[in-house]
């Protein structure tokens, strides 16, 4: 009988650590992980929260830089509207410098001319992202690219104000004051062109920061795989290995703990 309770502590302990195995393997299957806690790799567990935090962060990187490309599309679009009310205004001094018009026609016409100098300086007042202004006057604005701190993108924003591009002096109300808005404009529009070019130079290269950290965050993202990912099929196989030794040991379990009793009763 001391024989027979050997064999049937020995099956119990095999049982107990198939058992184990086994629902360690149920739950790499469930999870498809092969780390879901620090016991099952714990060198592995410390680099893969590592790299969730850095794939973390590209992804917010990318989220800062659209908006960044976004505030700077904003500022581009009100520099168009710019240019082509400064069009307008120099296609009425063109007009009011011809010789066939006097004066009061030129202040008839200069009516247009003023509003559109105000209608530009409106759109100066009011173009803003997220309650900054971005025409009002010269700055830069800082945009964390990734996720790392000096991983960042300085984009330049430029004084557009009347005052600035110089068209705020100008009037059409007499032959010489057209001429000299012809050419006022022109330098004006210059200004707002050379701008225009760049804004998009910065577009352009926010748009390179983002491709660059879409690629880091799949890389990244693809040896977390390798390091975090169970693989199936090796995982299944185990745990219908395990699962076909559990069925086993209590089989033999049953056995062992029932063959004291038959050799009991055959000696009674």
């Known amino acids: 009988m001391f024989v027979g309770t050997l064999n049937a502590l020995d099956y119990v302990h095999k049982l107990n650590q198939n058992r184990k195995k086994t629902g360690e393997v149920s739950e790499k299957v469930s999870s498809g992980k092969r780390i879901n806690k620090a016991a099952d790799d714990a060198a592995g567990i410390t680099i893969s929260e590592g790299m969730k935090a850095q794939i973390r962060g590209l992804s917010q990187g990318q989220r800062n830089t659209q908006d960044g490309i976004s505030l700077l599309q904003t500022a581009d679009g009100a520099l168009q509207e ?38 530009i300086q409106e759109i100066v007042d009011k173009t803003e992202f997220n309650g900054i202004k971005l025409l009002d006057k010269n700055k830069s604005l800082t945009i964390q690219t990734k996720d790392n701190p000096y991983m960042e993108y300085d984009v330049k924003l430029y004084d557009s104000n009347n005052s600035t591009t110089g068209i705020d002096v100008l009037s059409v109300n007499t032959q010489a004051d057209a001429f000299n808005s012809i050419s006022k404009l022109d330098k004006a529009m210059d200004m707002v062109s050379s701008n225009r070019v760049k804004v998009g130079i910065d577009l352009n290269n926010l748009q390179h920061e983002i491709n660059g950290a879409s690629n880091s965050e799949a890389n990244t993202t693809a040896s977390l795989s390798v390091i975090e990912d169970a693989n199936m099929a090796t995982s299944l196989m185990d745990f219908v290995k395990n699962q076909v030794i559990t069925n086993y040991s209590q089989s033999m379990f049953s056995t062992a703990n029932s063959s004291p009793k038959y050799i009991a009763q055959l000696l009674s």
């Open 82 to 119: 710019v240019s082509e009310q400064m069009k307008r205004m120099k296609e009425i001094s063109v007009e009011a410098a011809n010789g066939t018009y006097v004066d009061e026609d030129r202040k008839s016409i200069g009516k247009e001319f003023d509003e559109l100098k105000d209608a």
